[in-house]
């Protein structure tokens, strides 16, 4: 479920980063997909004219549309962030007015359609790579690393469980009168903690086994060719023109 | 030249759990050695201990000559290659080719590319390269486990329970594969059948070392299977009820090869009673 939110929707364990196997994007070096998408997304949190925000929303739905992408597949993850998107700018449009809010909600909506195209479009692996290339802290990548792949243990228990309590016969949970369906799904939930965190402990055992020292190094290192030049410049050049027109309007 | 050496070596879990009490055992270099005992027995505990992931313990132990201790951890796994009941806690890369890699780039080895390919068609999955593990078949992942293993090149395989879980066949095919390489050998397991196939020897534990021997030797003792709670391999039985049968078994033998020479040869005796006359066929079939 963990993993559901990371993605912002339902989907088994295996199935991750299967997204990142259809596209184009997924060819180019991570560290020009980050560079370029970060890019954006730090010039569209800088916009507050409507119109521009609303440009900076048409290009993500382009960057989205050429990605190759599943639209279903980002439909479903966007209304996973959809509530946090809705509760900012709720919040926006009732203190600061309608225009505010909308801006709010397309603002915030450009930038976690791009970075879940990012995220769609990357191997997971790689993309945490590509941080380390960009020189974030191997302690952060190596952190984000052992998460990713302890959340996805973690999943695995919990469907085992899940799997294991229906087929028992245990149907409840599903309502807040539910006592005893309510303490059984407390006991899965320990359970689960319990058994993943021997197979935690077993797993950084087995990365100690073949060499780990608190650094991921990938097989092969990757180059930034010209494709990922013009990715970069691409976005660079949007960002760019946002802001200088956002500058016009401000000046 | 003794590989493995272990002495006096003691070790409680935290609970006070007495886990493993004054095990001695030595490996020699090149030798292949089977763990065997019933489940609770030490078996993986004293692998685990080996590679230097249980501390702090009495008694010595040492590596390829070097003495494992607090410091001395890496040092000591730098020499093995430890492979998991579980292949899925010890594969952790997108790709096979990337997981079998994990080791020789972590350690800083040369011809990372020529190691993985090498490893891989050690285990007969080359073609497996480019797959995601967790899209391959149990039996199919305890082989890139085995070839992430062996692409560090280690001196000593310590092997926890390889033919759990896995088919008739793919266990067949991974007794083949562990025959063809060429290398000192720790195999814990309770499957007497496949340790047969593979290793000289076999050191019974149960918590502390009840028995060692050959295969053949341990096959014939029939109170320390009782007694440490294991079945003699399949290919025994069946000889030793031919020879409550009636027919002239010379040899319990423990693997396939053996068994194969030991039937002809019990058709040739057979044979040879017959044409000698009506006396002596074997009166109980």
Same mark, same amino acid.
């Given at each position: 479920?963990?993993?559901?939110?990371?993605?912002?929707?339902?989907?088994?364990?295996?199935?991750?980063?299967?997204?990142?196997?259809?596209?184009?994007?997924?060819?180019? *070096?991570?560290?020009?997909? %980050?560079?370029?998408?970060? @890019?954006?997304?730090?010039? !569209?949190? #800088? +916009?507050?004219? $409507?119109?521009?925000?609303?440009?900076?929303?048409?290009?993500?739905?382009?960057?989205?549309?050429?990605?190759?992408?599943?639209?279903?597949?980002?439909?479903?993850?966007?209304?996973?962030?959809?509530?946090?998107?809705?509760?900012?700018?709720?919040?926006?449009?009732?203190?600061?007015?309608?225009?505010?809010?909308?801006?709010?909600?397309?603002?915030?909506?450009?930038?976690?359609?791009?970075?879940?195209?990012?995220?769609?479009?990357?191997?997971?692996? *790689?993309?945490?790579?590509? %941080?380390?290339?960009?020189? @974030?802290?191997?302690?952060? !990548?190596? #952190? +984000?690393?052992? $998460?990713?792949?302890?959340?996805?243990?973690?999943?695995?228990?919990?469907?085992?469980?899940?799997?294991?309590?229906?087929?028992?016969?245990?149907?409840?949970?599903?309502?807040?009168?539910?006592?005893?369906?309510?303490?059984?799904?407390?006991?899965?939930?320990?359970?689960?903690?319990?058994?993943?965190?021997?197979?935690?402990?077993?797993?950084?055992?087995?990365?100690?086994?073949?060499?780990?020292?608190?650094?991921?190094?990938?097989?092969?290192?990757?180059?930034?060719?010209?494709?990922?030049?013009?990715?970069?410049?691409?976005?660079?050049?949007?960002?760019? +023109?946002?802001?200088?027109?956002?500058?016009?309007?401000?000046? | 030249?003794?590989?493995?050496?272990?002495?006096?070596?003691?070790?409680?879990?935290?609970?006070?759990?007495?886990?493993?009490?004054?095990?001695?055992?030595?490996?020699?270099?090149?030798?292949?050695?089977?763990?065997?005992?019933?489940?609770?027995?030490?078996?993986?505990?004293?692998?685990?201990?080996?590679?230097?992931?249980?501390?702090?313990?009495?008694?010595?132990?040492?590596?390829?000559?070097?003495?494992l201790d607090e410091g001395t951890g890496d040092q000591v796994r730098r020499n093995i290659g430890l492979l998991f009941q579980d292949p899925d806690d010890q594969i952790f890369m997108p790709t096979v080719e990337e997981d079998v890699a994990f080791g020789p780039v972590n350690l800083g080895m040369d011809d990372v590319q020529g190691r993985v390919e090498r490893a891989l068609r050690s285990v007969g999955i080359e073609h497996l390269a480019k797959r995601r593990p967790h899209r391959l078949s149990y039996g199919m992942k305890?082989?890139?486990?085995?070839?992430?293993?062996?692409?560090?090149?280690?001196?000593?395989?310590?092997?926890?329970?390889?033919?759990?879980?896995?088919?008739?066949?793919?266990?067949?095919?991974?007794?083949?594969?562990?025959?063809?390489?060429?290398?000192?050998?720790?195999?814990?397991?309770?499957?007497?059948?496949?340790?047969?196939?593979?290793?000289?020897?076999?050191?019974?534990?149960?918590?502390?070392?009840?028995?060692?021997?050959?295969?053949?030797?341990?096959?014939?003792?029939?109170?320390?299977?009782?007694?440490?709670?294991?079945?003699?391999?399949?290919?025994?039985?069946?000889?030793?009820?031919?020879?409550?049968?009636?027919?002239?078994?010379?040899?319990?033998?423990?693997?396939?090869?053996?068994?194969?020479?030991?039937?002809?040869?019990?058709?040739?005796?057979?044979?040879?009673?017959?044409?000698?006359?009506?006396?002596?066929?074997?009166?109980?079939?």
């Open positions: 479920m963990l993993v559901a939110h990371v993605r912002g929707h339902r989907i088994r364990a295996e199935e991750l980063d299967e997204y990142a196997r259809g596209s184009w994007l997924v060819r180019l *070096d991570a560290r020009a997909k %980050l560079v370029g998408v970060l @890019v954006f997304v730090v010039a !569209t949190a #800088l +916009l507050t004219e $409507t119109r521009l925000v609303l440009a900076s929303l048409a290009l993500s739905v382009a960057f989205a549309a050429m990605s190759q992408v599943p639209p279903r597949h980002l439909a479903k993850a966007y209304l996973g962030a959809l509530p946090f998107i809705l509760v900012a700018s709720a919040s926006v449009f009732l203190f600061a007015g309608a225009e505010r809010g909308v801006d709010m909600w397309a603002r915030t909506s450009s930038c976690v359609l791009a970075l879940l195209v990012l995220a769609s479009g990357t191997e997971t692996f *790689d993309l945490f790579s590509g %941080l380390r290339r960009l020189h @974030v802290p191997a302690i952060m !990548t190596t #952190l +984000l690393m052992l $998460t990713y792949k302890f959340v996805l243990v973690m999943a695995d228990e919990m469907a085992r469980m899940t799997v294991a309590r229906r087929a028992r016969g245990f149907g409840g949970g599903r309502s807040l009168l539910d006592r005893r369906g309510l303490r059984l799904l407390s006991y899965t939930a320990g359970m689960v903690f319990v058994r993943s965190s021997d197979r935690a402990d077993r797993t950084y055992e087995a990365l100690k086994a073949r060499g780990f020292d608190k650094e991921m190094r990938p097989m092969r290192a990757t180059r930034v060719g010209a494709l990922d030049g013009v990715f970069i410049a691409w976005f660079a050049t949007s960002s760019a +023109l946002l802001l200088v027109m956002q500058l016009g309007v401000a000046g | 030249m003794k590989t493995v050496e272990v002495s006096g070596l003691s070790y409680s879990y935290e609970d006070g759990t007495v886990a493993l009490k004054d095990v001695s055992i030595s490996v020699e270099d090149g030798e292949k050695v089977a763990v065997v005992g019933p489940n609770g027995a030490g078996k993986s505990t004293l692998l685990h201990l080996l590679a230097g992931f249980r501390m702090p313990f009495t008694g010595t132990v040492a590596v390829a000559g070097v003495r305890k082989r890139v486990a085995i070839a992430g293993v062996l692409a560090m090149d280690p001196r000593v395989l310590l092997l926890d329970e390889p033919t759990s879980g896995l088919d008739p066949r793919s266990r067949a095919e991974l007794v083949t594969v562990l025959r063809g390489i060429k290398r000192t050998m720790v195999i814990a397991t309770h499957d007497l059948d496949a340790a047969a196939e593979v290793v000289d020897r076999a050191v019974v534990l149960n918590t502390s070392v009840a028995w060692q021997g050959s295969m053949a030797e341990l096959v014939s003792a029939k109170d320390v299977l009782e007694g440490a709670g294991l079945e003699p391999p399949q290919t025994a039985k069946l000889f030793r009820r031919m020879a409550g049968m009636g027919y002239d078994v010379q040899t319990v033998p423990v693997t396939m090869d053996q068994a194969a020479a030991e039937f002809a040869a019990v058709i040739e005796r057979e044979a040879g009673r017959r044409r000698d006359g009506p006396k002596g066929t074997g009166g109980g079939r």
